[in-house]
């Protein structure tokens, strides 16, 4: 019989070494700690093939969970320094910034989409990104999606 997979939350304390060395691993490699998996496997003490065995199937709570995802569109004039005013208004709430695309200005106006990863509690973070819009500058402000 085939075993249905599922998700569950365990306390690292209680697990095997590998699988917080796996995350250790992981987070060198995403943070240009390391050339290699195999000079990360070293370093952290882990061998590559149980590396390789688990690396799809650890992840920590925080990076699976408790991100929040935004994109944003955002109508903006043409004018110095408002995009920046927008992405210091981002970074003051601790939002990690993923993608920001504009368009080319038209009429005296740019069209910009913002994907950004949260932390905050989601009805706190849709107020706050809800007064993007008392920024000089912004014409427009649109929550397309929020995971």
């Known amino acids: 019989m085939e075993q249905k997979s599922q998700l569950i939350v365990v306390d690292s304390a209680i697990l095997p070494d590998v699988f917080t060395k796996v995350l ?50 955002l109508l903006l004039s043409d004018s110095p320094g408002v995009l920046s005013g927008v992405l210091v208004f981002l970074q003051d709430m601790q939002a990690n910034i993923l993608t920001v695309n504009q368009s080319i200005p038209v009429d005296g106006a740019a069209n ?36």
């Open 24 to 73: 250790d691993v992981k987070k060198l490699m995403a943070q240009r700690g390391e050339k290699s998996f195999a000079s990360a496997c070293k370093r952290v003490g882990v061998s590559r093939s149980a590396y390789y065995k688990y690396k799809d199937s650890v992840f920590s709570y925080e990076e699976f969970f408790n991100r929040k995802i935004v994109n944003l569109y």
């Open 112 to 147: 910009v989409n913002i994907s950004l990863r949260l932390t905050s509690d989601n009805g706190e973070v849709l107020t706050a990104l809800g007064s993007i819009s008392t920024l000089d500058g912004v014409l427009e402000v649109k929550i397309l999606s929020a995971e």
